[in-house]
């Protein structure tokens, strides 16, 4: 990796500098984690986050796609492809019928990690850019934050749901020679806000801010809010982002018809994720089944997975950090 200089946000800790004087939590995968300005990151994702800081330049139209993994991240960027380019394609050659939503909507600091910025304007993708981060708001370069006129939609979920979705999505990649990681573990870790991202609740707060602040720049939305009505989501989604739905295209069924196109039943039975792979970055080994991102997309499946006593302690633990922020999680 080329060397580069740190910017006044990163720190002094830059792409090649080692991350050994950072704070080490265990990993969920074979890796460890490491705590860089109060949030948890993979060393993969702190070199990412050190080149997003230091060389990335948005477009005053990107369109910015934030969660935490296992949000429901596939899902908003399928809803956001489709809402934008509907004017570009047909429902029945649509491109998400045949791709993955993480290959319409690239993570922005992985393919800037393979040091080649302009793959973002070689990849065909017209205006405005759909990119997408899982990096915390505050670890964003100003660049992004300050600039006014890019957007981002922020999608959350219940932490319960998370939690689980999460502890099922690695035990799937956990390499085969490494022990099992039993859900009692990762329970612990996540409690401790010692997870990719993480804390969770710290993620999520940073955005809820940010959008009471800027609420044309941010919308917030909500992962149980979208499954209960996924309609007026999908509506939100268009006027916010600028492609508001005229009266013809509801009368005509187009919202229906990206709601139909972006649900889970359908994502998850299409060939393309039933057996390809998805990338995470362009040279790299990293790559995942896209199986794995569709399980079961239900709200509420941590009650066939946590303890009583694990619910009350991470119900406790939520209630005690957003109690404050007027935010709400199905319980
Ligand atoms: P579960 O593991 O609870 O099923 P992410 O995309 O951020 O990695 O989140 C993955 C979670 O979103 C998984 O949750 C997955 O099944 C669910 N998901 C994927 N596509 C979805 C869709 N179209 N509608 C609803 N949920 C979806």
Known sequence: M???????QSNNISGEQNDSN???????????????????????????????????????T??????????????????????????????????????NPHDCCPFLD?????NDPSFLDQNGSPTPRLLSTHVPYAL???????????????????????????????????????????????????????????????????????????????LFLKYEDLKEEPFVGVKRLGEFLGYPFSLQEERDGVVEDIVKLCCFENLRNLEVNRTSVHK???????????????RKGIVGDWKNCLTAEMIKRLDGITSHKLIASGLLFHN
């Open 280 to 294: 995470f970055s362009r040279d790299s080994m990293c790559m995942v089944d896209n199986r794995h991102f569709f």
């Open 110 to 114: 992985a393919y800037l990690h393979e």
């Open 22 to 60: 950072l704070p080490t939590g265990r990993g969920w995968m074979s890796e460890h984690l490491v705590q860089y300005q109060g949030f948890w990151l993979s060393p993969k994702g702190l070199k990412n986050l050190m080149w997003l800081q230091d060389h990335f330049n948005p477009r005053p």
């Open 140 to 218: 964003l370069p100003d660049s992004m934050t300050v600039n006014r006129s890019c957007r981002f939609v922020y999608i959350y979920r219940d932490p319960k749901d998370v939690l689980v979705s999460k502890w099922h999505f690695l035990s799937n990649l956990r390499p085969k020679e490494l022990p099992p990681f039993p859900l009692e573990e990762a329970f612990e870790l996540f409690c401790q806000g010692i997870s990719h991202y993480g804390p969770y609740w710290d993620h999520v707060l940073g955005f809820w801010k940010a959008s009471l602040e800027f609420p044309e720049k941010i």
């Open 62 to 99: 990107d369109i910015f796609l934030a969660s935490l993994p296992k949000t429901g991240t596939t899902w908003l960027k399928a809803l956001v492809f489709a809402t934008v380019n509907r004017t570009r394609h047909g429902f029945s050659d649509h491109p998400l019928l045949t791709t």
């Open 2 to 8: 080329a060397a580069f200089a740190p910017s006044p």
